[in-house]
Structure formats: structure tokens, C-alpha cells
């Protein structure tokens, strides 16, 4: 008996192997279906992300070099190869054939699937770049629309139907909103948190924010920094100074004399000059242009 050294051999001595679905096809042939792909939902120029390019780069590489690299999974119809899995993998096969790269055909799986097991399959593949919350938002939602419940969703994710319901919501958010996820610029959760308390404004808040950073290299906005921006505090000097020129503003509310709808409050230098400075440390408080509080300070006379 030969000695059996391949699987082809093997396959044809054992019913315990059999043959794949797997098939080699030019490179050429492989498409991309518009809006089927949810990695990148809600980007502008997704693949010229530096991240993403980055990655391209890499398997470029990889397939110049012969490295194996999982095939990619395909659906056929009306004779067009589109792919359903393998989308960076594609792009990094035309990139090494257009630097050289002798790449005839490559190994591609067909998918058997309907519509929702192939966008089920964009959820479930490790592709080894993970899913961000509003491209998992859209998977959900995809299927949402084609009847599927939130628990059925979540089997088929491993997660939960909570998980389910509020990646879902993320979908309800203002684009712009969405977009500024997206580049991950904010988290998705905090973002949902802004939405609720601020409506459509969240953007615009968020905006502020951003602009007052003044950083070469945006980190992501969060709570602390927004507020710090958007919400100014009163610190303990600011409500000392506050109260202290409220008690003595009341303590001299005796001394007002009426003249028709006209009321004159006598005040002392101390008394003035407590509201002066209790102007000057509200202006700071609101980042009032410099100059300003001294020229409000003017209005206060004895």
C-alpha cells in the first residue's frame, strides 16, 4: 500500500476527510457590495484611516511574502463574487498585485447563508478588528427590521438582550453624533448619556469641548473634560465671597428709602468693594475677555 502524504490521498482512503467548500478565484473577481459591510458605518473615508490602512499594509505584506492568511468568505449571485468576510483582505490583495505581487488566485469559502446569517457572519468572524459599538448597533438594527427579536439576536451573539436593546438605541442618535463615535472622539456610552440630558444639543456641546482642548492630538472627550469646558463650578472662595455680600446687601435693606417706583440703597466703601470682587471672581468663573470685569467694576459707585 503507497504511503498516504496528502489529504487528497487521505480523502480517498478514509471516509473521515472529505473535501471543503473552499475555491481559488482571480482576485479581480472579488466585489464589495455597498452598505454591507457595517465596519466603518457612519465614517468618511473609513479605509484611509491611519489605523485601518495600517492594517491593509500589514497583510499586503503578508500575501507578498506567502504567509498564510484565512481565505475569504464569499456569496455568489447572478454570477457576481461578492464578499461577505475578508473586506481588508481584499483590499490588501490588490494592493500587493499592484506593487508586484504575482497573485493569480486565492482561496475563497462560499457562504450558504441568507441575507441575515451573512450579516450574522460580520458579527461572529475574528477578523481580528473588533466591532465598535455602533457598527454591532447596526448589525442588530439590520436584523431587527427583518423581524428578529432582541433575545434572538443576542443568542446569536453570545450576549444579552439588554446588550441588544441598547446598542439599538445608539442607532437613534444625530449623525453627527454618530460620526464623532465613529472617530472615536467620544464613547459611545457617554455620548448616549449627553443625548438624553441635552437632546440635539449634545453635538454642539460636545463641539465646545473640543475646541477648548488646544491639544496637537485629540484625546477622547469625556465627562470630566466636558463639564470642565461646558460647566464651570463655583469654588469655595466664589460661594465665601458670594454669601458674604448677600448678608451684608440684607443687613442694610433697612436703610432703603422709597421715591415712587424708585428705591435708593446706601452702601458703604467695604460694602462696594465686596461686590467688586465678588464681579471679578464670577467673571473668571465664566471666562469673561480680560478687561472686562474691570470695566463692569466701573458700574458699582459709591
Avoid at 137 to 144: N, S
Wanted: with cysteine.
Amino acid at each position: 500500500m503507497a504511503q498516504v502524504n496528502s489529504l487528497k490521498s487521505l480523502n480517498r482512503e478514509s471516509a473521515d476527510v472529505s473535501k471543503s467548500d473552499l475555491f481559488s478565484v482571480a482576485p479581480q473577481l472579488l466585489l464589495e457590495e455597498e452598505g454591507f459591510n457595517t465596519r466603518g458605518a457612519f465614517c468618511e473615508d473609513y479605509y484611509e484611516r491611519p489605523d485601518i490602512k495600517a492594517g491593509i499594509r500589514s497583510l499586503a505584506d503578508a500575501y507578498k511574502r506567502g504567509d498564510y492568511v484565512p481565505p475569504i468568505i464569499v456569496k455568489v449571485r447572478d454570477g457576481n463574487v461578492f464578499v461577505r468576510e475578508g473586506h481588508r483582505r481584499r483590499r490588501a490583495i490588490l494592493l500587493a498585485i499592484s506593487e508586484g505581487a504575482d497573485i493569480r488566485k486565492i482561496q475563497v469559502l462560499e457562504h450558504k447563508g441568507d441575507e441575515a446569517e451573512q450579516t450574522l457572519l460580520i458579527a461572529t468572524s475574528n477578523d481580528g478588528l473588533p466591532l465598535t459599538p455602533l457598527e454591532k448597533a447596526v448589525i442588530y438594527g439590520r436584523l431587527a427590521n427583518w423581524g428578529w427579536s432582541d433575545q434572538e439576536i443576542a443568542e446569536r451573539v453570545s450576549r444579552t438582550a439588554e446588550h441588544v436593546r441598547q446598542a439599538k438605541a445608539l442607532l437613534e442618535l444625530p449623525l453627527e453624533l454618530k460620526q464623532m463615535i465613529q472617530a472615536n472622539e467620544v464613547a459611545a456610552t457617554y455620548a448616549s448619556e449627553l443625548f438624553r440630558e441635552h437632546g440635539e444639543a449634545a453635538v454642539q456641546v460636545l463641539k465646545e469641548a473640543k475646541a477648548g482642548e488646544g491639544e496637537e492630538k485629540p484625546k477622547k472627550l469625556t465627562r470630566k473634560k466636558v463639564e470642565k469646558k461646558s460647566s464651570p463650578k463655583m469654588g469655595k472662595k466664589v460661594v465665601e465671597a458670594m454669601h458674604k455680600s448677600v448678608s451684608s446687601l440684607t443687613k442694610r435693606l433697612d436703610t432703603i428709602k422709597e421715591d415712587g417706583d424708585t428705591f435708593t440703597l446706601t452702601l458703604t466703601r467695604d460694602d462696594v468693594e465686596e461686590l467688586q470682587a465678588l464681579r471679578e471672581k464670577l467673571a473668571e468663573l465664566e471666562g469673561e475677555p480680560e478687561g472686562q470685569a474691570s470695566e463692569n467694576q466701573q458700574e458699582l459707585s459709591l
